[in-house]
């Protein structure tokens, strides 16, 4: 079935620092992927999508590049800020075959000051 | 309302208890989803309604899992007997979009239920 893996964390970060966090997907189909953040405290947020290969979602400086090829979807940030600590969820949906959304198992990210 | 609505945000329920839990979608929202969230995973999904009918219930882990949309707004996710591997967190998402399409979803804070 359907999966998404993306990194363990967590992910410890200097304020300013680049962020990479990988995820790779496994689909039946050509699915649309996603990424959601949850801030402490609160629920699930989308941050990005993309619907086809080679689309860039982009959003608060964060964006991911859809790879057919690598089956990827790796979210980047330039320069992290404080702020940006959070759990970060990579996701999939398939265009066909059900409604659901797949989910990674999360990974954390602490930005210090 | 300006986003999703759940109640109550904490539940605590003794082994064997009924548990009911609400889910305010946002206005006009044809699609709304009950996913389970377990400590340091990922959200699993559990059922999903387009308005008032219920077309996908094939990740409620048990027949002792109801959820219901008479309406086609508010929905409750209702757990009977609950056992202990029944705790987690329980979100609900809905979206503007039905059918096939899915741009994304907006969550509710969710309700963390604890089975004693």
Same mark, same amino acid.
């Given at each position: 079935?359907?999966? *998404?893996?993306?990194?363990?964390?967590? *992910?410890?970060?200097?304020?300013? !620092?680049?962020?990479? $966090?990988?995820?790779?997907?496994?689909?039946? +189909?050509?699915? =649309?992927?996603?990424?959601?953040?949850?801030?402490?405290?609160?629920?699930?947020?989308? #941050?990005?999508?993309? &619907?086809?290969?080679?689309?860039?979602?982009?959003?608060? +400086?964060?964006? !991911?590049?859809?790879?057919?090829?690598?089956? =990827?979807?790796?979210?980047?940030?330039?320069?992290?800020?404080?702020?940006?600590? !959070?759990?970060?969820?990579?996701?999939?949906?398939?265009? &066909?075959?059900?409604?659901?959304?797949?989910?990674?198992?999360?990974?954390?990210?602490?930005?210090?000051? | 309302?300006?986003? *999703?609505?759940?109640?109550?945000?904490?539940?605590?329920?003794?082994?064997?208890?009924?548990?009911?839990?609400?889910?305010?979608?946002?206005?006009?929202? *044809?699609?709304?989803?009950?996913?389970?969230?377990?400590?340091?995973?990922?959200?699993?999904?559990?059922?999903?309604?387009?308005?008032? !009918?219920?077309?996908?219930?094939?990740? #409620?882990?048990?027949?002792?899992?109801?959820?219901?949309?008479?309406?086609?707004?508010?929905?409750?996710?209702? $757990?009977?007997? &609950?056992?202990?591997?029944?705790?987690?967190?329980?979100?609900?998402?809905?979206?503007?979009?039905?059918?096939?399409?899915?741009?994304?979803?907006?969550?509710?804070?969710? &309700?963390?239920?604890?089975?004693?």
């Amino acid at each position: 079935g359907d999966s *998404v893996t993306q990194m363990e964390g967590p *992910v410890t970060l200097s304020e300013e !620092a680049f962020l990479t $966090i990988n995820c790779t997907y496994t689909a039946t +189909g050509y699915p =649309s992927l996603f990424w959601y953040v949850q801030y402490p405290g609160e629920g699930l947020q989308l #941050l990005l999508k993309a &619907t086809k290969a080679d689309d860039k979602g982009s959003n608060k +400086g964060f964006e !991911a590049t859809y790879r057919k090829e690598t089956t =990827s979807f790796h979210l980047e940030k330039g320069s992290v800020q404080v702020s940006d600590s !959070a759990v970060y969820f990579c996701a999939l949906s398939e265009r &066909t075959g059900g409604f659901k959304t797949i989910f990674g198992a999360g990974t954390r990210l602490f930005v210090k000051a | 309302g300006a986003g *999703v609505s759940q109640s109550p945000r904490y539940k605590v329920a003794k082994r064997g208890q009924d548990v009911a839990l609400r889910c305010d979608p946002i206005s006009g929202h *044809v699609s709304l989803f009950w996913y389970q969230q377990a400590l340091g995973q990922g959200p699993e999904f559990l059922t999903y309604f387009q308005n008032e !009918a219920q077309l996908d219930k094939s990740g #409620l882990p048990s027949d002792r899992f109801f959820a219901e949309r008479p309406e086609g707004s508010v929905s409750t996710l209702k $757990i009977q007997r &609950t056992q202990q591997e029944d705790s987690a967190v329980y979100l609900c998402a809905s979206s503007s979009t039905g059918g096939q399409l899915n741009y994304g979803y907006t969550f509710g804070s969710g &309700t963390r239920l604890t089975v004693v």
